[in-house]
């Protein structure tokens, strides 16, 4: 059932953002909150379409083409106008290797061409953004969200309301190298380590059986009331400045226990600001967890001292999906 068009704080909104990155999705959640939208819009065609429309539409929500250099050059005008009158400028991006399956995954072709591979059209297209980018009002990374906390995002972006802050929690082992988006990192390395109790080596973050071994010590204990008590102090800053995408990183060595133990805990204990409150329209958090090298870690391990006995090997069996409480994103 659609819905009835919300009172909004904006009855125009104005879209730029990275191929892959939504707009197509963005239009349609906010056609289902009353908008029309308009997609493919070059800059310079925006004015004369919201005034000629204006008078037959409650709110319009417009995309832009911005594959040329001429549209391009266009937009600091638009900017300058959206700015006078209020108007909300959002741009849309994700990480570069999100993109680079979502584009894969749907063949389509890139505006930059793919001569030199998909990568780097992508990246090419983001240095070619970046002066749009910089005069956009708004910024939403859509790398973890499903179309439902992508739909979240804009009806709290137009009716001015606060918006959930989009925290990410890694888990990865030093062995196989750092995130790179990560704004907060731990190293955890210092913990006592599963890998030297036999009972427990084969086991992963997310067993009972080995939580309970880690967090009998009070190091960890300890450890990990600093990490909570440092992410409740920070988000709420980062959500005040808009920033709508915070990255958690937790390491270890292999990525397999200690780290992966301690992100599962985390997004235990953060549950209760991942529901909305009262009344309020949103969370404060939309929290993500993504285990980086678990299987690389569980592979490695198979292969240093074979499959445990009466177990499927890792290349056999399925992930887990970590936490079934938190919705898994989406990137159709």
């Known amino acids: 059932m659609q819905d009835k068009p919300m009172s909004v704080a904006t009855p125009v909104l104005v879209i730029a953002g990275l191929t892959g990155s939504g707009k197509t999705l963005a239009i349609q959640q906010l056609e289902q909150l009353g908008y029309t939208g308009l997609e493919g819009i070059p800059p310079a065609q925006v004015l004369p379409l919201v005034e000629a429309m204006q008078t037959h539409h409650a709110a319009l929500a417009i995309s832009l083409n911005l594959h040329a250099q001429e549209y391009r050059d266009q937009v600091p005008i638009l900017a300058g106008w959206a700015q006078s009158q209020g108007i ?28 030199a591979g998909l990568l780097e059209a992508i990246e090419q297209e983001r240095l070619a953004l970046a002066p749009v980018r910089e005069r956009c009002t708004h910024w939403l990374d859509t790398s973890d969200l499903n179309a439902q906390q992508l739909r979240q995002q804009l009806q709290a972006l137009v009716q001015g309301i606060p918006q959930p802050l989009n925290l990410r929690l890694v888990s990865f082992g030093f062995k196989y190298g750092i995130p790179p988006d990560a704004n907060l990192l731990f190293d955890v390395r210092f913990l006592p380590n599963p890998f030297f109790q036999p009972h427990l080596r084969r086991l992963t973050g997310q067993d009972p059986l080995l939580q309970e071994f880690l967090f009998a010590d009070p190091i960890t204990q300890s450890t990990y009331q600093h990490i909570l008590s440092l992410i409740k102090a920070f988000w709420p800053h980062y959500r005040a400045e808009r920033r709508p995408h915070l990255t958690l990183a937790i390491g270890c060595t292999g990525g397999q226990h200690r780290s992966v133990a301690l992100v599962e805990r985390l997004a235990q204990d953060l549950q209760p600001w991942t529901v909305p ?55 159709g």
């Open 277 to 331: 409150a009262g009344n309020n329209l949103l969370p404060d958090l939309n929290v993500q967890v993504q285990h980086r090298h678990l299987l690389d870690s569980q592979r490695e391990l198979e292969a240093r001292f074979g499959p445990a006995p009466g177990e499927v090997s890792v290349a056999q069996q399925q992930v887990r999906i970590p936490l079934a409480s938190v919705p898994a994103p989406s990137h």
């Open 88 to 115: 909300p400028f959002l741009f849309l991006e994700a990480r570069s290797p999100v993109l680079l399956n979502r584009l894969s995954a749907h063949r389509r072709p890139h505006p930059h061409g793919e001569a």
